[in-house]
C-alpha cells in the first residue's frame, strides 16, 4: 500500500511510503526516477499514512500498522524527531491498533484506526 503526499502546496517535493517501511523524497523536477532521500526503517509495519506540514516544507508526519505516529524533518533522516505509540485499545478491541488515516493542520495531528477511535495530539513545529 504505498501512499503519496506533496511536501507542501508550492513544492516540487513528494513523499511517497512503502510496503517495505520506508519513506521517500522524490524531486518531481528530475528527469529521472532517482530517490532525493530515504527513511529507512521508518516503521515496524506498512506506512498507509505520510502527510506533510502545511507551512514547514521540512516536516512530515508518519502513522503506521504499527500504532506508531512519527514526526520527522527532512534535514536530519536517520530518526525521527518525535515518536509517540498509541494507546493499547480499548477492552474488547485487541489487536485493533492499526493506523489508517490521519491529517495535520499544522498544530494538530489527527489519526484513527482499527478500533474505531479517533486520537488527536497537539504540538507545534
Not at 485493533?96 to 488527536?120: T, Y
Request: contains cysteine.
Amino acid at each position: 500500500m504505498d501512499q503519496l503526499a506533496p511536501l507542501s502546496a508550492s513544492s516540487t517535493l513528494l513523499l511517497t511510503s512503502h510496503a517495505d517501511r520506508t519513506v521517500s523524497l522524490w524531486d518531481a523536477r528530475e528527469s529521472t526516477s532517482i530517490i532525493s532521500l530515504s527513511f529507512p526503517a521508518a516503521h515496524s509495519s506498512q506506512i498507509p499514512v505520510v502527510r506533510a506540514h502545511p507551512t514547514n516544507a521540512n516536516s512530515f508526519f508518519t502513522a503506521g500498522h504499527d500504532g506508531a505516529i512519527k514526526v520527522w524533518d527532512v534535514r536530519s533522516p536517520k530518526q525521527a524527531l518525535l515518536g509517540v505509540q498509541r494507546q493499547a485499545p480499548a477492552k474488547g478491541n485487541e489487536g485493533k491498533e492499526k493506523l489508517l488515516g490521519g491529517d495535520w493542520d499544522g498544530k494538530l495531528v489527527a489519526v484513527g484506526g482499527e478500533s474505531c477511535e479517533l486520537e488527536v495530539y497537539q504540538g507545534n513545529l
